[in-house]
């Protein structure tokens, strides 16, 4: 049987995460030096840990934090990871695993391991951090350590500082380092976007596959179901980088359906459009392709107004985005595109501009037009230090207003069509 | 297109959790009236809440706390539960969700929704907890609050006691419930054993698939990937029971084998075994099925050997248990047959009696026999309160030491072959 996929996922190389702790240590040592403050001390993370279903034994699949997995691609959980600022040694410190581990979840890896597959100076166990840190400390008085600590502007959760013991041994400087890796994480090197790339890849040819095989009378997570065996079996991404959102008829007004309370359950009926918001991940990095389409194949009037006054706000801003555009400006690009479209539809009627000021616009889009992205689905860096969000209506949803960077990840977010055209259906 | 199913996902009877609360209360009572104590007060549980990836705005998909759902089924985050013990009534406490709900996650359901679906007899928001619950108390003083707290004997973690604005008001028992719920779950109804029959049902038709396709060259990753596929296609299951173990080769020694630090990422070789253990979940209720075949269709001479020692185990497993027949007992006779076996295919030498004096079967089945299914795969009340666990080889890995009864809900997971034949190969 030919498969029905042309892509294999590609190796993984480890020496982007070598990368990406050079471009940390570049950064903050000339943030440190900026300030006049001494090149030493290391900076300190704790990767995530395995977490349990409430009280059970039920072990939710592992996936890593995405800091940690940005600075040392580890896949397991339970590590720290360090850096020699003064040295740009690296150091990974790894769960002391129990005799019984091998018998129940598998062989008890040497630390030669780790230090090869991550490309690391050095693997160390949890329990020997204050020891390690202090013997390779080279500067004066007592260590620093660079913690990570700082709000994500999308969830406006904290990340949790490292904590381990012996840290009462150490100065700790919780604010420096979360605005410098954030930033870090903004531009993507090639190696990274060679994975974005992938994900992008195997998640668009899921769609097709999707698309392919959509019938009125199924259910909607039949197609998340066909969407991700299609990105895990050829393509080899076990996580998605959000939960699947397969919203049909009025649901596709919905911007992130699909969740428990709303979990893909409704059965496709004839005239339908389907909106298909689905994304996988490899490798960590992420991919998030929104398409839409009539289920039965053939548009109705009003919802060929609607996807073509999308697709506009979409060729529009593809044309128009490039390094040193402000992403403000293209989320006002689409909106104007959409209004005049709706206008010439004669579903609105008066002045484009006008309705621009009233921010009539965000009636139908009144979500942010995009954002970055890259190890998360909404990436780091939306709203450096000293940024603020709009407080304007759609305005206000942007995750990021930021000027275009070349490297920069983004996604671009267009789903008014089928809010629009559901709600008025 | 023939479905490759034979089978339909069955309608989901809400009548299941008002058995299950009658279940609760007639035990309650019971246990109330034994220790002389009045029938007064309210049993109340949280349900879960939607959890965040570390800091990001990234949720996980949510599933709801197994007591909860035992007891209300219902899917949505945020959600609190109350029975009355005097008179019977339920009532579930709903969160109360911004107007912004609606255009991001789905129309916000009036209570009415909730009484119906969840065939509750009050639904009132979480904010109005202690108001409800002192107007709807018949008893004199403070009314008691039932709470659940109670270690679970499969992870040692202990269950969260509900918290809410006003608790203060009431007396709060953290003593009573936990035994007496846990020990609830362990008797299934008829329409929850339906819905694990189902649960089996698409589980061992998604393994019969699995086996039609497992090829080698295959990544064990794409077993998985077929497995859920077909159980989400056609049998609508969401999840799966516990993370899928596809193990070939050594692998299949590892009993845990599958989760982020062993990803199911090994490449099928010619004269491999595979042992596949993977169960979908329908409605909150679990299936956990083991089976174990060669990948190329042909055992080796002493791969026959092992699974035949483990196929006789099985089934004298399987023809002696029965309501009155300890589960300890059953552990040692398919430990005996296999090492009967393995005595006779020369594989041991000396007295079967001796080496069952001696443990040594441990060494071949490090883990129990079988345990608890339900709501949680290593379902609630493996070791009721005054049991205790062995501490010798093998039987200290039991979960449950129990006379069996009609109506548990058990697993038997005969794995040895695969470990024996691998640990050898």
Chains 1, 2 share one sequence.
Not at 216 to 238: A, D, K
Not at 357 to 367: D, I
């Amino acid at each position: 049987m030919a498969s029905p996929s042309s892509l294999t996922p590609p190796p993984v190389p480890p020496e982007l995460h070598v990368t990406n702790r050079e471009t940390l240590l570049n950064s903050l040592r000339r943030h440190l030096s900026e300030s006049s403050r001494p090149l030493y001390g290391f900076v300190l993370l704790q990767g995530g840990e395995e977490q349990n279903r409430y009280d059970t034994d039920h072990t939710e699949l592992f996936r890593q934090e995405s800091y940690f997995a940005y600075l040392f691609g580890v896949r397991e959980p339970g590590f720290y990871g360090a850096i020699d600022i003064a040295t740009g040694k690296s150091v990974l410190f790894a769960p002391r695993l129990p005799a019984e581990y091998a018998v129940w979840l598998g062989e008890i890896k040497p630390l030669s391991y780790f230090k090869e597959r991550y490309m690391v100076s050095m693997v160390h166990y949890t329990d020997e951090i204050a020891t390690v840190l202090h013997d390779e400390y080279k500067g004066s008085g007592k260590p620093v350590l660079f913690i990570l600590h700082g709000i994500n502007t999308d969830s406006d959760l904290f990340s949790k500082p490292a904590e381990f013991q012996g840290i009462d041994k150490f100065d700790t400087d919780l604010t420096t380092l979360h605005p410098v890796l954030s930033e870090c994480r903004v531009i993507k090197s090639d190696p990274e976007l060679a994975l974005i790339q992938f994900a992008n890849d195997i998640s668009s040819e899921a769609h097709v596959e999707v698309m392919r095989k959509i019938r009125v009378g199924m259910y909607e997570y039949q197609l998340e179901s066909m969407f991700l065996h299609h990105t895990y079996m050829y393509g080899g991404c076990r996580h998605c980088s959000y939960t699947c959102i397969c919203a049909t008829g009025d649901n596709s007004a919905v911007l992130h359906y699909g969740h428990a309370a709303a979990p893909n359950d409704r059965i496709l009926e004839d005239g339908d459009l389907a909106l298909l918001d689905m994304g996988a991940e490899y490798n960590f990095y992420g991919s998030d392709i929104t398409c839409s389409y009539p289920v039965n194949g053939k548009f109705t009037p009003d919802q060929a107004l609607i996807y073509n006054a999308v697709l506009d706000a979409h060729n529009a801003v593809i044309s128009t985005m490039k390094p040193g555009v402000s992403w403000l400006d293209m989320h006002k690009l689409a909106e104007k595109v959409i209004l005049e479209s709706l206008k010439r539809g004669r579903i609105l009627v008066g002045n484009v501009d006008d309705m621009m000021v009233k921010r009539l616009g965000a009636v139908f889009m009144p979500h942010g037009l995009g954002h970055l992205l890259g190890i998360d689905t909404h990436d780091t860096g939306g709203y450096p230090k000293g940024t603020e969000r709009s407080k304007e209506p759609g305005l206000k949803s942007l995750r990021t207003t930021r000027e275009l960077q070349e490297g920069m990840g983004t996604k671009s977010a267009l789903k008014a069509s089928h809010e629009r055209s559901n709600t008025d259906n």
